[in-house]
């Protein structure tokens, strides 16, 4: 089978929708949390998340379904905690991604047999996802585009101003809690693609890329999903020509070109965009 073969073929089909579905429904989370200083947010849910598959395994259901639980658990601790726990945002995502890699070592030691399945949570591989993942990667992507659409001028306030937002009689609690279960759902989605330790460069990596070249919000929406998506692309592509690890690859290039959108920003240099 010759290379240009391989791409006709339904698995790498099916790969290259679930890297643009989960590259849209990251790198959209992607700049809620970077504008919003959450950036540590990806790392923390998508180990809650791994935790959550992991208990799945141990119990026999469906691991995306408790990987998906446990996620939403951290949103609920997240929330409160950094809002009436009077902690900042980051210190509290910090003792729940504590809480959570313990739990998820513990789990992971715990668990009797190969551990291949459950890793395979971890690593996550393009190239293996089903149908009904995509199904839940389309369902995620698809409603985080509708609520980012929806409520852009209430989420274009609370990124400015969360207090100033509140006090104007916007629902700034309700749209910060909207941006951690969002983060926890396109996180647990894209677990099975690019796997729990990569997934949080797919949510910073784009989002970071757009912001060096744009001020302006809308743009910045738009050029975070082109560059997950193309990121994506290329590194599945590059995986497949050299025979290296998909998501990797994927999380290389996303670098790569973070690395060049610096070194041309316009913001060097004091323009606008």
Not at 89 to 107: E, N, Y
């Amino acid at each position: 089978m010759t290379w240009v073969d391989i791409w006709k073929e339904e698995f790498m089909l099916r790969a290259m929708l679930a890297t643009a579905l989960s590259g849209v429904a990251c790198s959209l989370v992607g700049v809620l949390v970077v504008t919003m200083r959450l950036s540590f947010i990806g790392v923390c849910i998508s180990h809650a998340a791994f935790a959550g598959a992991l208990v799945g395994l141990h119990f026999g259901i469906s691991p995306l379904s408790s990987a998906l639980v446990g996620s939403l658990l951290a949103v609920g601790v997240l929330g409160p905690l950094a809002d009436r726990g009077n902690l900042s945002p980051d210190t509290a995502i910090g003792v729940v991604f504590s809480a959570s890699i313990a739990l998820a070592f513990l789990l992971l030691a715990l668990l009797p047999g190969p551990k291949s399945e459950a890793l395979s949570w971890l690593w996550g591989n393009v190239l293996t996802v089903t149908s009904d993942n995509l199904r839940v990667l389309g369902y995620v992507a698809g409603g985080i585009v509708m609520l980012t659409a929806l409520f852009f001028k209430e989420i274009q306030a609370v990124i400015f101003h969360r207090e100033l937002a509140s006090a104007s009689g916007l629902p700034a609690t309700a749209i910060f809690y909207g941006v951690l279960v969002c983060s926890g759902a396109a996180i647990t989605a894209s677990l099975s693609a690019i796997g729990g330790l990569l997934v949080f460069s797919m949510v910073i990596n784009p989002a970071a890329t757009a912001y060096q070249l744009t001020y302006n919000l809308r743009n910045l929406f738009v050029l975070s999903a082109v560059f997950a998506v193309m990121a994506g692309w290329i590194g599945l592509a590059l995986s497949v020509l050299f025979n290296l690890p998909s998501g990797a690859m994927i999380v290389l290039i996303s670098t790569a070109g973070l690395l060049i959108a610096i070194t041309l920003s316009p913001k060097r240099t004091g323009g606008k965009s």
